[in-house]
């Protein structure tokens, strides 16, 4: 059925709801999944997120897990971690397999428990993290103006088939980008963040 009028609102189109409620989420995994990009870039600090989602293969390597999955982590200064394995007898297999995701990080045994100082940044490692932190969100970026483009081809092929009308699809090619620029705000606050961690000596 064809929709008119300018004065609809898109809320009574339950095709562009949909299409935005859908956009939303696709947006929001994108975020979450930069986030967690993002949180495996160390600053200066100890913080649990350089360590937790590390995979690590445990059990003789019959299962790959993270490392939240296997131990609680705790940052009991702002300078060491202590990670407290569930099943103690998986201890060195947590330790080596921290060593060998080669994020500059040296697990130390002591007794039940992993301690991992973490060393200082290098003025030049700062900026090289810096660096790599922007790729990342640029990365995250992308992702969210993909589903834009993917939203605005849906509205396209909607008013093609004459489902929509051209004020309905304005209406909802005006609200995707709303959207689009309320995420792509988010992603540089994140940005905004990192960095200032990154500059914290």
């Given at each position: ?22 956009t ?23 913080t ?6 590390i ?49 500059g ?97």
């Amino acid at each position: 059925m064809l929709l008119t009028g300018a004065c609809l609102s898109p809320k009574l189109i339950p095709m562009i709801d949909a299409l935005l409620h859908s956009t939303r989420e696709r947006m929001k995994k994108a975020i979450e999944v930069t986030r967690v990009d993002l949180s495996s870039i160390r600053s200066g600090r100890a913080t649990p997120a350089l360590v937790e989602n590390i995979v690590v293969a445990v059990y003789g390597a019959t299962q790959h897990l993270k490392v939240m999955e296997l131990a609680t982590i705790s940052a009991i200064d702002s300078k060491t971690l202590v990670i407290s394995p569930y099943d103690p007898s998986i201890l060195s297999e947590i330790e080596r397999g921290i060593a060998a995701a080669n994020v500059g990080l040296n697990p130390i045994v002591d007794g039940e428990i992993l301690r991992i100082s973490i060393p200082p940044l290098s003025e030049e490692r700062r900026q090289d993290y810096i660096k790599l932190a922007k790729a990342k969100l640029e990365a995250g970026k992308v992702m969210v103006r993909g589903v834009r483009h993917d939203a605005m081809k849906e509205l396209d092929g909607a008013l093609s088939s004459k489902d929509l009308g051209e004020d309905e699809k304005k209406s909802g090619e005006k609200k995707v980008q709303e959207l689009t620029d309320e995420m792509i705000a988010e992603l540089e606050a994140m940005e905004a963040k990192k960095e200032a961690e990154l500059m914290q000596v």
